[in-house]
């Protein structure tokens, strides 16, 4: 398991790598993640800055390099651009404010987007649909049943309206 601080209380000069724990006698400063840590050879590789520049390792060969997002972070813009949380217009919230103090979100169940969908299709509602009928912007409806409410701004008036609509309990 990796340690985070295991250098000296004098602020460095400890014989342990900040990264892994190991002992060495040939540590050197690092940019891990953002924290100038004192490493060990077997950690060097994650020096931030080296991942930066490609930098050839001691066999002379090329490092892997940073020519753009990762895997993980390219699966997170797509998740993004799927699922948007704004839409890009931000006119009603100039005009009307957010609704936190006025309709706060209450602490909702678990699953509580799923809850939604599947009382939605037993109604017979297109997500569009009960958004007209309620008369609030399908994104926010599209926000509750995908479980991001919070991140949405979603206000406690829409889950009660959702509630007492299609006959289910989401707030706890």
Sequence with gaps: MAKYSTGSS??????????CGTESDSLRRAQVAGAELEVCPDCAPHDDAQKR??????SGSRGQQDDGP???QKAAQ?????N????GDSEHWEKEGTSY??????YLVSEY???????????????????????????????VEQGRATQAGVGGG???ALEEHLDITLAE
């Design 70 to 72: 990762s895997r993980k």
């Design 158 to 160: 829409l889950i009660e």
């Design 10 to 19: 004098s602020g460095g000069g400890g014989t342990s790598c900040e990264l």
């Design 53 to 58: 520049t490609g930098s050839r390792d001691d």
């Design 78 to 82: 797509n998740v993004a651009k799927a």
């Design 84 to 87: 948007p949380i704004w839409d």
């Design 113 to 143: 987007g799923s809850v939604v969908v599947e009382a939605r299709r037993d109604a017979g509602y297109q997500r569009e649909e009960l958004a007209d009928e309620l008369g609030v912007p399908e994104t926010d409806l599209l926000a």
């Design 101 to 106: 103090d006025d309709d706060p979100l209450p």
